[in-house]
C-alpha cells in the first residue's frame, strides 16, 4: 500500500501549528531565548549530553545519518470494562484494544517521510546532510555488519529510513561493538564534520475524556505497554552525534575509528501524546471476548510526523545551544 501523498503532505504542514500535549499541564517549551528553551526543554523530559562538541571540535556543518530507526507499536494500551451475562450468571472482564493493521510497507514509507523531516530541521539549522545513497554506499558502512531493516518483533515493527542498516541501539548506544567502533570513520571517507543516528518508538495510547481532552485513542511517543518505558534503553526518542574521528588500529589489524567529541539527546520522563484523536471503529466484532478497533490511517499519519517533527526539532535546537555556548 503506497501512502497518498496528499495525507503526508498535510501531516508535514500540521507540524508548524499543532503542538503536543504533556503529561504535565506545566510543560511547555519556551524558545525566546536560548537559555529559556534549555530549561523547558529540561522541565519536559529532554535531556542534552555534549561531550566537547563546538568546543574540540568546531560545530557540525555537514553531516553523514548513519542510522535511522523507527519502531511502531501495533496496539494501544488496554482499558477493560466488564459484562455481565445474564444467562450464565457469569461476570467477565473484557479488553477493548486498537491495532495498526496495515501493510509493512505503510511503515516504511512513513519512516523514509519522518527521515525526510529530519533532514529538513537539520536543513533549518543551517547544516548539510550527505545523500544516504553517498552513506550506504561508502566503503566502511558497506563493510558493517546488522539485522534486517525490517522486522516484526513483540507486537512491533521495526523500520530504517531509505535501506539504511539497522545497528540495534540500547541506552542510546550501538549493541553492535563493530559499529560503534567504526561509525566515527564516515567522517573521514565522506568528508562530514559529524555522523548522526536516530531511535524512536512511537505508539498508541489510550486517554481519558476530560473537560480539556477529547479523549480516545491517541499517538504518543512510547510503547504501548510502559508508555514511555520498552524504547532502547527506556528513551524513546535518541538521537547521538559522533563529531570528528580518532583513528587506530584493533587487535587484528583493523581500523578502528571512534570520534573525537559526542552528544546525546534522549527523550525522556513524562508522555507526550500528539492532541489528534485517530481511533475509529473498523468492524469490532468479537475474539474472545476482545473488540478490536483499527485507527484512521490519515489521522495515525498526521500525528504521527507531527509528533516525531516536533520531538527531533526540540531535541536539534537544544543541542545546537549547547554547541554554540
Request: positive net charge; glycine residues 10%.
Amino acid at each position: 500500500m503506497r501512502l497518498p501523498v496528499r495525507v503526508l503532505a498535510i501531516a508535514i504542514l500540521t507540524v508548524a501549528v499543532v503542538h503536543p500535549a504533556f503529561a504535565k499541564s506545566k510543560c511547555a517549551i519556551d524558545d525566546t531565548d536560548g537559555k529559556s528553551l534549555l530549561k523547558s526543554a529540561k522541565a519536559c523530559g529532554f535531556q542534552i549530553t555534549n561531550q566537547g562538541v563546538g568546543k574540540k571540535v568546531p560545530a557540525p556543518k555537514k553531516v553523514a545519518i548513519a542510522s535511522f530507526q523507527i519502531r511502531f507499536d501495533y496496539t494501544s494500551q488496554k482499558y477493560g470494562f466488564v459484562m455481565h451475562d445474564s444467562f450464565t450468571g457469569v461476570t467477565t472482564s473484557v479488553t477493548e484494544q486498537t491495532y495498526l493493521q496495515w501493510e509493512k510497507e505503510v511503515y516504511q514509507e512513513l519512516t523514509d517521510k519522518m527521515y525526510d523531516m529530519f533532514v529538513q530541521t537539520l536543513a533549518d539549522q543551517g547544516i548539510e546532510v550527505v545523500d544516504v545513497e553517498a552513506v550506504k554506499g561508502s566503503e566502511l558502512y558497506q563493510g558493517l555488519k546488522s539485522k534486517s531493516s525490517s522486522k516484526n518483533k513483540k507486537k512491533m515493527i521495526r523500520a530504517t529510513a531509505y535501506g539504511l542498516k539497522n545497528f540495534k541501539g540500547a541506552g542510546g548506544a550501538m549493541s553492535s561493538v563493530a559499529a560503534a567502533n567504526k561509525l566515527s570513520g564516515l567522517n573521514k571517507e565522506l568528508g562530514t564534520d559529524a555522523v548522526i543516528n536516530i531511535y524512536a518508538t512511537m505508539g498508541l495510547v489510550e486517554t481519558r475524556k476530560t473537560k480539556k481532552s477529547s479523549g480516545g485513542t491517541k499517538v504518543a511517543l512510547g510503547t504501548a505497554q510502559g508508555g514511555v518505558a520498552g524504547a532502547y534503553g527506556g528513551y524513546p526518542f535518541t538521537m547521538s552525534v559522533l563529531a570528528g574521528y580518532k583513528e587506530g588500529k584493533g587487535p587484528g589489524g583493523g581500523a578502528y575509528y571512534f570520534p573525537k567529541a559526542k552528544g546525546q539527546i534522549f527523550k525522556a520522563g513524562e508522555q507526550i501524546i500528539d492532541n489528534e484523536q485517530v481511533r475509529v471503529r473498523d468492524n469490532p466484532g468479537f475474539w474472545k471476548w476482545k473488540k478490536k478497533y483499527s485507527p484512521d490511517l490519515e489521522a495515525y499519519l498526521r500525528s504521527t510526523v507531527t509528533l516525531f517533527g516536533w520531538v527531533s526539532d526540540i531535541g536539534v535546537r537544544s543541542f545546537n545551544v549547547t554547541v554554540e555556548k
